[in-house]
């Protein structure tokens, strides 16, 4: 019984095998015979072949000497073919999908000797969004095959000759060039030559040769070219903001992989590349739909590239020779690219000579050498170029810019910066200030704050800096910062500065303004102390020359100092700004102030000390200002003056207390000012002066005390603002001031031996003999003892006038009070009784003197009328 089974199994099967082996060769038969047939009438396609061989088993499928067309070369809803294939080989060969569904698939595909031209069908139905690609390979092998690609419009689109191929799951459809990428595979090995694409109307793509050899690619001659010139680009494309040519010699990589969205390749090396770009003036389009292409570069290496971008008019913006760049693990995609920086990489280093940079400046770059933990550029030149017009432009050469970077890194889509150092070393030349523009708000939404920058060091510079024709010079300059940070102004507004410490030191510092040039030998700031050695601030103009450029009154100053050095500390840099000295001091000072009274008064209000102060906008406190050894002349000239009038103070020596602009909490705001010096290069004087900055009403108090005074010392300033010289001796002055705003009062007293005055014409100056005379009748010569004290009052300020002009108008109205003003009264009235007495002399000659005495009394209307011509009238 189970010899039976068996026997019928086995029969069974021979049958089925049988039928089967039948049915293969009856297929094979069909297919030689009737296959194209088949095709033609089934299919878009018509085909014929020399030979055919299937097996119904295993799908695969063998033909040579294969010509393909196209029924209807214009439908270009299927993919068109037109050509011949010496060989083609087909594993798992889709029968079913072939027969019944119109769809030809299979799992591997061999060209052999494949000369065809493909005409790609019209993108996805954006109704339907069906394809229609009626042709599905899983992988294909194509050797020694000439392949050119049309898009549906008939437009060369790629090409391809002496093709050797092996990909492994392509994909090849014009869906997928719009859209992402134009061919899509996993595994590849290819060699070719003369490739050929033209994704678009701007660009074509030429490739001399690609080799494979082990999944290392080579591709020689690799051009970027576009299709039309720059203008004609603007013209065609005017929202479009760059045009790219690039020509790259020899070109290698590994492991390249094209799939869906993204590309991956590895150990990419390209060489000698030439890259040019120009550049548009439009502004770009915001993107349709959301960026969704993906990135990934592993161990990228360009060597010798020459770079060259072009500005919207053809002169050029950027150029680099010599350029290499080493980038690792290079990303790319959708959200990256809304970041500050829309790259990521984990390391990357960048060299480059002879770089070139033009926008409103033309700079030049020896040399420059960057990685994400450094930088290195060498031999710098900035030069301003036409186009910087009323911009802030530079004018220098430096040596080496260098520097550090602790961190450097995108966290939340926001860039994290943090700086270890920055050197600049040996920077000649000049920077000129542009033109002030209103404040626009800044958009620093792509910065994580702080900034923060440890250390920034200058060294061995000598730079200038012009702002409204006013240039700052610093020579020989060396300044070190730390501790900066950088942060948002409220609003947008700026970027707002802080630091820890900072030391400067410069020499033959220089700096013009219309009428001055300062200078120093030597300064030295830091944030806690100053000093500065030889200090000058001499016009630039004469005097003459300064009175015919000012439109009303003003000082001229010439001014000296030995040195001038603080110590405390202070901020001028951040928004916070303050200064807090607890002593400055100014040794060995000179100083000429001259004013002259030819121009016009100026109708300004001139403000107390207190009030100047307290319109300083930081805090400021001065605990102790000292000026040692210092001399001060002051010179003030009149229309009608012979010469300057002038006050001297030499050895002076003063002491500020409490100097502030009553905006610093807890200190004090009454300043205390105490002055000792020799007053006409005679006589000693003290000075004591108090005014509180924070008091509204403006109050002061100033008393001091002079002895010794040689009248004639003082003849400098009365005799061309008093028409009075004196001889003799001021042996103590003094007085006790107070005052505010309004005006001046006190008491003033002067105690003088052999004191004798003069009275002069006032546009001569010469002596009125008998005036003088009367005038020292009434005039005490010694005071004897101290006399008693007069009281100055109603003594009023003109607020157009300064501070000195209302204490001078204080000492005179004393000096007139106890001296010369008493004098002057008593001769006055003296002279008008003596002119009455003459009158009534002559009346009673003419009347009583009888005619033969005519002669006599002729002779005495001579001798009146030659007193009268005297000035005894």
């Not at 083609?88 to 799992?107: E, H, P, Q």
């Not at 020359?545 to 001014?559: A, G, H, N, T």
Request: glycine residues 4%; aromatic residues 8%.
């Amino acid at each position: 019984m189970k010899k039976k089974w068996v026997k019928k199994l086995i029969f069974s099967l021979g049958v089925l095998l049988c039928i089967f082996l039948l049915c293969n060769l009856a297929l094979n038969i069909w297919l030689k015979t009737q296959l194209p047939n088949y095709i033609k009438n089934n299919t878009d396609y018509k085909v014929s072949y020399k030979r055919l061989d299937v097996d119904l088993i295993t799908g695969n499928i063998f033909v040579s000497q294969i010509t393909v067309n196209n029924k209807n070369p214009e439908n270009n809803n299927v993919i068109g073919l037109q050509g011949t294939i010496d060989t083609l080989k087909i594993s798992r060969f889709g029968i079913y999908d072939a027969l019944f569904n119109k769809v030809i698939s299979s799992s591997d595909l061999l060209l052999a000797k494949p000369n065809l031209n493909i005409t790609l069908a019209k993108p996805i139905d954006s109704k339907t969004g069906k394809k229609r690609n009626p042709v599905s390979f899983e992988n294909i092998r194509i050797s020694n095959g000439t392949i050119n690609v049309y898009k549906h419009t008939k437009q060369n689109f790629l090409g391809v000759s002496h093709l050797d191929l092996l990909v492994e799951n392509l994909q090849l459809t014009e869906e997928s060039v719009e859209n992402k990428l134009p061919i899509i595979f996993d595994q590849y090995s290819i060699k070719g030559k003369n490739f050929f694409f033209r994704p678009d109307d701007i660009y074509t793509l030429k490739i001399k040769t690609i080799t494979t050899v082990n999944g290392q690619m080579s591709i020689e001659n690799f051009q970027l070219v576009p299709l039309m010139s720059f203008d004609a680009f603007k013209k065609s494309y005017p929202k479009k903001t760059q045009l790219y040519q690039f020509n790259i010699p020899k070109m290698d990589f590994k492991d390249i992989v094209l799939k869906k969205n993204k590309i991956s390749l590895a150990n990419a090396k390209f060489q000698n590349p030439d890259l040019l770009i120009y550049t548009t003036n439009a502004i770009p389009e915001k993107l349709k739909k959301p960026f969704n292409f993906e990135l990934n570069l592993d161990d990228i290496v360009m060597n010798n590239a020459t770079v060259q971008i072009n500005k919207p008019d053809g002169e050029k913006l950027l150029y680099a020779k010599q350029v290499h760049l080493d980038i690792n693990h290079f990303e790319f995609d959708k959200e990256i690219s809304k970041e500050t920086i829309p790259v990521r990489y984990k390391d990357f280093k960048l060299s480059g000579k002879n770089i070139w940079f033009s926008n409103h400046q033309d700079i030049t770059i020896e040399s420059i050498s960057l990685n994400p933990k450094k930088g290195d550029i060498r031999n710098i030149s900035i030069v301003p170029n036409p186009s910087g017009s009323g911009k802030t432009t530079m004018n220098l050469k430096a040596e080496k810019l260098a520097f550090n970077i602790n961190k450097w890194e995108i966290i939340d889509k926001k860039l994290n910066l943090n700086v270890k150092d920055v050197l600049l070393n040996n920077v000649n030349g000049s920077i000129k200030a542009g033109t002030s523009l209103p404040n626009k708000k800044s958009n620093f939404d792509g910065i994580q704050f702080p900034i923060v920058v440890g250390k920034v060091m200058v060294k061995n510079s000598s730079i200038t800096y012009d702002k409204n024709s006013q240039p700052i010079a610093l020579n020989d300059l060396n300044a070190t910062i730390t501790n900066i940070e950088l942060n948002a102004k409220p609003n947008h507004s700026g970027m707002a500065v802080t630091m820890k410490e900072y030391s400067l030191t410069a020499k033959n510092f220089g700096y013009n303004t219309r009428f001055y040039h300062m200078t120093s030998g030597w300064i030295e700031l830091h944030n806690d102390n100053l000093k500065i050695n030889q200090f000058a601030m001499k016009p630039l103009v004469s005097r003459s020359q300064f009175i015919r450029m000012i439109p009303v009154e003003s000082d001229l100053y010439d001014l000296k100092a030995q040195q001038i050095s603080a110590v405390g500390n202070w901020d001028l840099f951040s928004d916070q700004k303050f200064i807090h000295a607890k002593n400055l001091t100014i040794l060995s000072a000179d100083a000429n102030i001259f004013r002259s009274k030819v121009p016009a008064d100026d109708p300004k209000e001139k403000l107390l000390y207190s009030r100047l102060l307290r319109s300083i906008k930081i805090p400021l406190f001065v605990d102790n200002l000292n000026l040692k050894n210092a001399f001060l002349e002051y010179e003030e000239d009149t229309p009608k003056s012979s010469g300057p009038g002038k006050l001297t103070f030499s050895s002076m020596n003063m002491n500020v207390k409490n100097l502030n602009s009553a905006k610093m909490k807890g200190k004090p705001t009454k300043v205390i000012i105490k002055i000792d010096c020799t007053f006409m290069k005679t006589s000693p004087l003290s000075v004591n002066w108090s005014f509180d900055t924070a008091d509204q009403s403006d109050r002061f108090s100033i008393s001091g005390r002079a002895a010794g005074i040689p009248a004639v010392a003082i003849n400098a300033f009365i005799v061309p603002y008093l028409s009075v010289s004196a001889t003799g001796t001021i042996q103590e002055m003094l007085f006790d001031f107070k005052g505010n705003p309004k005006g001046i009062g006190g008491t003033f007293n002067l105690k003088h031996t052999d004191l004798k005055v003069s009275i002069l014409d006032k546009e001569s100056k010469e002596k009125k003999g008998v005036l003088s005379a009367v005038a020292n009748i009434f005039i005490k010569s010694d005071s004897g003892k101290f006399p008693e004290s007069v009281v100055v009052e109603g003594v009023e300020r003109d607020p157009t006038k300064s501070f000195f002009n209302l204490f001078w108008k204080g000492i005179e109205d004393g000096l007139k009070k106890t001296l010369i003003g008493n004098g002057i009264a008593k001769t006055e009235k003296t002279v008008k009784n003596t002119v009455n007495a003459v009158k009534e002399v002559k009346a009673a000659v003419n009347e009583t003197v009888p005619p033969k005495e005519e002669k006599k009394k002729g002779l005495l209307k001579r001798v009146f009328n030659k007193k009268e011509s005297s000035g005894t009238k």
